[in-house]
């Protein structure tokens, strides 16, 4: 059975405290293979994957949402400490112009293992496997910024009782996951009758912007990761984040809402799991928080 696994590593603002450190997600998915991605790097990362018992040489993916400091500067020391510990493997870097931006950031690295850095603002799907894709949407903040969305892809599972009711054996219900169909009895079975769609899971993971009416339908259905820099909307000014007002609008298209990038103002978990104990969808999150999906 597929699953996902987020840990926030790091759910602080631009200035961290001791609760908590800059912006980083953790995303473990288990499907056929396994597979490690981070999302946002802020400084002191490496030392948050100790602390929360993650094996950061896992990591083969990383996806920043923008190159303000503390979403990325964590990169430095992560990626050295990947080559102290022998790595060999490749790493591809996720980011807006990052194919141009992140050679220019470790000119001075020589790492002994390949970086491929890959644009990432734009709309639309930026990478995928034969289990999962992940796409991106820019939003609006002081400098090119994007969200994005892991999506598992639609899996198909065959029916007990449409498979009994036909008669099939086992090695023909393999032929019809393998083929898509088979002939029995002279008649054609496809895959699609003796099956149902399992919809794919999603996590939606979008910070440092203001609120934008098109991440409606972007997290519908998803696991929503939104930044929450400020919980009462005067606090906002000009500033280009989102308050506790905007991301609960969103909180009717998605499954589930974890509020992060949290201002230092607000010291109290407690407190602020007060503001939100009136919606049933809607947590904030803490650095070293486990999440299953």
């Known amino acids: 059975m597929a699953g996902i696994d987020l840990t926030f590593l790091g ?19 288990i499907g056929k293979k ?8 802020g400084e002191g990362t490496q030392i948050q ?7 950061f040489m896992s990591v083969d993916q990383i996806f920043i ?4 400091a503390d979403h990325f500067v964590g990169l430095f020391g992560l990626l050295v400490s990947m080559g102290f510990e022998k790595r060999k493997r490749e790493i591809k870097i996720f980011g807006p112009k990052a194919d141009k931006i992140g050679p220019e950031l470790l000119k001075f690295y020589a790492l002994p293992f390949p970086v491929k850095f890959f644009d990432s603002y734009k709309k639309g799907i930026i990478y995928e496997e034969d289990e999962f894709l992940v796409e991106t949407i820019p939003v609006k903040h002081t400098v090119e910024t994007v969200a994005y969305k892991f999506q598992e892809k639609n899996r198909l599972k065959l029916d007990k009782n449409k498979i009994k009711k036909l008669d099939l054996t086992w090695q023909e219900c393999r032929g019809i996951k393998e083929k898509r169909k088979i002939k029995k ?3 054609t079975i496809k895959l699609k009758d003796v099956s149902y769609k399992i919809e794919g899971k999603k996590v939606v993971y979008a910070v440092d912007t203001i609120y934008l009416k098109k991440m409606e339908n972007f997290c519908k259905d998803s696991v929503l990761i ?3 820099t400020y919980f009462d909307r005067k606090d906002v000014r000009y500033k ?9 609008k969103f909180r009717k298209k998605a499954k589930r809402i974890y509020l992060t990038h949290i201002g230092r103002q607000y010291q109290s978990q407690s407190e602020l799991e007060k503001k939100v104990e009136g919606y049933k969808n809607v947590f904030v999150a803490k650095d070293l928080k486990k999440v299953k999906i």
């Open 226 to 228: 939104h930044e929450c």
């Open 240 to 248: 280009m984040h989102s308050c506790l007002p905007d991301v609960l």
């Open 185 to 187: 009895d002279r008649k």
């Open 11 to 29: 759910t602080g603002t631009s200035i961290p405290t001791l609760e908590r450190n800059h912006s980083a997600v953790h995303l473990f998915y």
């Open 65 to 68: 949402t923008h190159w303000h």
């Open 49 to 55: 994957f100790l602390k929360a018992k993650i094996n």
């Open 34 to 41: 396994t597979y490690s991605l981070l999302f946002d790097c």
